[in-house]
């Protein structure tokens, strides 16, 4: 049985520590430890997860796989999107399932929920930034009927990298 919950302030700790552990399994190799630590420092510190938790166009929610914490998600609306598209638009800024909970259609339904969500806040798309060398990523996406239309670049402590922009159509 799964459960999707809203993050509240009281969760921070918890989100934090998700956060950076799906993160580093994704991302994080022995060749770009000092990126990394640089990017927790700026993004996973505990006064920026507040101010996005505090943000009325953001939501975070936890993923609980049989009682288990196993993913969580973050979406956003409005000024709140990380690269502001338009206000017809839900981002999913952050999507992470921990590693021993993958493949198990986990990321499926928290993509459907973020969908759900941009549906009953009538908005015409989702969209997500997805690193273009993150080949699984992408397939996945291509799965959920994303299709890229632009690309931006993301800094990852030191580095500049190339995320491609996806979106799937709600109308």
């Known amino acids: 049985m799964n459960e999707l919950v809203k993050v509240e302030l009281d969760d921070i700790l918890t989100l934090q520590k998700i956060g950076m552990e799906t993160f580093a399994d994704t991302f994080g190799t022995a060749d770009n430890q000092s990126n990394l630590v640089q990017y927790f420092q700026e993004n996973y510190n505990v006064d920026q997860i507040a101010q996005e938790l505090a943000n009325p166009e953001s939501q975070f929610q936890f993923l609980y796989h049989k009682g288990h914490l196993a993913g969580y998600m973050k979406v956003n609306v409005g000024q709140a999107q990380s690269e502001f598209q338009q206000e017809n638009g839900l981002e999913i800024q952050r999507l992470y399932i921990k590693k021993e909970y993958k493949r198990l259609g986990l990321g499926s339904q928290l993509i459907n929920n973020a969908i759900e969500q941009g549906k009953q806040l009538n908005k015409d798309y989702v969209w997500l930034g997805v690193w273009e060398h993150n080949a699984k990523a ?34």
């Not at 890229?148 to 670049?153: G, L, N, R």
């Open 138 to 171: 992408i397939r996945f996406y291509e799965k959920m009927h994303f299709h890229a239309f632009s690309e931006h670049d993301f800094t990852f402590g030191e580095e500049i990298q190339r995320d491609i922009l996806v979106r799937r159509e709600l109308v």
